[in-house]
């Protein structure tokens, strides 16, 4: 479903982007090529193997990056507000890698694929933020399969439920917050079971470190959970 375009220049979100630092006339020829959908829970944004036509920011709601293995999906990340979505294809045309599925209804800014390619190429600040964007994703997947081999279960639950806070901006003195994710998908982030998820979520409880029924979480410690997180 289209929906009313806003500018990039007066949009908030763009401070939580990579266009934070691009300058007005970019922002502007940005705006006046991209349109505004929206989308509902579990619609593909794109697809493992198809060719990506178009780059999305995340305006709101919350998508899952996934990969497909021997015929089985594997959660990589959650993105949220911001979130420039299908930005691998920076340099060059190419298949998507990954697949990524809203977790709820979004809001999102659609922009095609060329044009956007085209864009940063003639604008070094939105192509340095892509880089930038694209080097820090690196790192996170450097990091994560560290954690896969050194960390306990309990410390890899701890750091997903650091990542699923910081995607659904919980604050320690805010509101609860509903995830559209069972305890299936905790395992796949945490690279476990989910028998194991259950086993660790319970002594994280226990442990007064999170809060929570079903898939409504009403607190997290957020400073506990960053000590045990960061054990290994």
């Known amino acids: 479903m289209c ?45 493992e193997g198809e060719e990506a036509k178009h780059v999305y920011c995340i305006r709101s709601g919350v998508a899952k990056v996934e990969v497909q293995k021997n015929g089985k999906a594997l959660i990589l990340r959650l993105e949220s507000k911001g979130a420039l979505i299908s ?29 956007f390619r085209m864009l940063s190429q003639k604008n070094p600040s939105l192509r340095t933020e892509m880089i930038k964007s694209l080097v820090t994703e690196i790192q996170n997947a450097e990091q994560r399969a560290l954690s896969l081999v050194y960390n306990t279960v309990r410390e890899r639950v701890a750091a997903v439920l650091l990542h699923i806070a910081e995607i659904y901006h919980y604050t320690q003195d805010g509101c609860s917050i509903h995830v559209q994710l069972d305890r299936q998908d905790i395992a796949e982030l945490a690279g476990t079971t989910k028998e194991q998820v259950s086993l660790a979520l319970a002594e994280l409880r226990q442990a007064k470190l999170v809060n929570f029924k079903a898939k409504h979480f009403k607190y997290f410690d957020l400073v506990g959970l960053k000590k045990i997180a960061e054990t290994a």
């Open 87 to 115: 930005n691998r294809l920076l340099g060059q045309k190419g298949n998507q890698p990954l697949t990524i599925t809203a977790l709820e209804p979004m809001q999102l800014c659609q922009l095609n694929a060329e044009q």
């Open 3 to 47: 929906m009313p375009t806003p500018r990039c220049v007066t949009c908030q979100i763009k401070n939580h982007s990579i266009l934070k630092n691009c300058s007005d006339d970019v922002l502007e020829d940005i705006s006046d090529k991209k349109v505004c959908i929206s989308v509902q829970r579990g619609e593909r944004l794109l697809s």
